[in-house]
């Protein structure tokens, strides 16, 4: 099999090459979230406090989002097959370290690695998507593919729930091993050897390490003012520190012989729309994640399974709010859509945040995911839909990188607003979570209005 963009002679075998990478992207974005459920047993297990159990999310998708733009280059440079099978056996070592995790240290050690997998597979998964389909197809498979993204990161929380309450919160962690090894050997006999397409090119790690670096404080600026107070010089000299970090960065990519971005490619209008729709999408269900895990569990005083199962209908609006996008958004346009999504997200929700109770906040995520399903397929299908091929790695790389730091801010920002209530006091920080992340909608809408472009996806 080759890998080809023509549109008059596509790959017979594309649609089952789909179904095998989408597996592997839905493992890596079933653990952003199948860790929320357990967390509350993790800080008991391992006596963890509320910025640990932060990290324990926000380090996979730190080392996931941080890395990601190196895993997209290393895919347009050296073959997206290799990267694919490293991810896959790097991934399931990692699972396995997390799973064995007698502290803190390990625990977040696993998780860090299992990020870096992740960032490897990932941008090398998807780029393949984008090579070999073109037209319609190319929006349904994004459709299908970013169905996997929304859909899987709320299913997630569903298999946290029933294998935290079964086997115990490890399980989520080492069924990632058999699963990883059998798709490794699976693709490694159905996927070709490929040469590498370039020799002697450097990867741009110190670019990474920066962006890396200067989330990671951002990340950290946040966490730490749950506690200590939003306004404080020690705040804001952190977050100025994270904006020099951010802007050695940009000076990084304008000076580097082989720089890890194009950052002319965030200029172009339907990408820098689509990194800023999936991020603000990822950011929303993060939050919702975080904050109904605790709400339910030490608020209202419901089990693990209990809770895995209070958001089986988050999951399933999910996939139905990406199926619809996906099917209308060639008739309808992006801007629409995006405009739409972010506004169901914020009403859904105003519910937990205006009424008290759990069938408020369930009924309130549950239509708060539709839109954000929906806009996990606007992102993706204007952000990608027209890159050319030599850049659809570094491409799929932006926006992935846009999905996971989005997730990695959700988790942050929930849990700092909410630290009142996460350690056990009252359920005002919830309310105020949950309020937040409907304001932020609403801005987003506003903004979405404003840049997404009125032009059909083709």
Known sequence: MTVTTSTSSPDPRRWRILGLVGVAQLMLILDVTVVAIALPHMGADLDLRRETLTWVVSGYTLAFGGLLLLGGRAADLFGARRLVLAGLLLFAAASLTAGLATSGPMLLSGRAAQGIAAAMLSPAALSLIVTIFDGDERNRALGIWSALGGSGAALGVLLGGVLTAGPGWTWIFYINVPVGLVLLFTLRSYLP???????????????????????????????????????????????????????????????????????????????????????????????????????????????????????????????????????????????????????????????????????????????????????????????????????????????????????????????????????GIGTDGFTRGFTTGAIVAVVAAIVALAITPITRSR
């Open 193 to 423: 050897a490929q040469p590498a397409t370039a020799t002697g090119v450097a990867v741009d790690v110190p670019g990474a390490a920066l962006v890396t670096v200067a989330t990671a404080a951002l990340i950290y600026t946040l966490i730490r003012a749950g506690d200590h107070g939003w306004v404080t010089w020690t705040t804001a000299v952190l977050l100025v520190t994270s904006a020099v970090l951010y802007a050695a960065f940009v000076a990084r990519q304008r000076l580097a012989a082989s720089p890890l971005m194009n950052l002319r490619l965030l200029t172009r209008r339907p990408v820098a729309t689509g990194t800023l729709l999936i991020l603000v999408a990822t950011a929303l269900m993060i939050m919702m994640f975080f904050l109904g895990t605790f709400a339910l569990q030490e608020h209202h005083g419901y089990g693990a399974l209990t809770t895995g199962l209070l958001f089986l209908p988050v999951a399933l609006s999910t996939m139905l709010g990406a199926n619809a996008a996906g099917r209308v958004i060639g008739r309808t346009g992006p801007r629409s859509l995006a405009v739409t999504g972010l506004l169901v997200a914020a009403a859904g929700l105003a519910i937990p945040a205006v009424w008290d109770g759990a069938a408020h906040m369930v009924a309130g995520m549950t239509i708060a995911a539709a839109g954000t399903g929906s806009l996990f397929v606007v992102a993706s299908a204007t952000a990608l839909g027209q890159v050319a091929a030599h850049e659809a790695g570094l491409a799929a790389g932006i926006v992935s990188t846009s999905h996971e730091f989005g997730a990695s801010l959700g988790a942050a920002v929930a849990s700092s607003v909410a630290a009142v209530s996460i350690a």
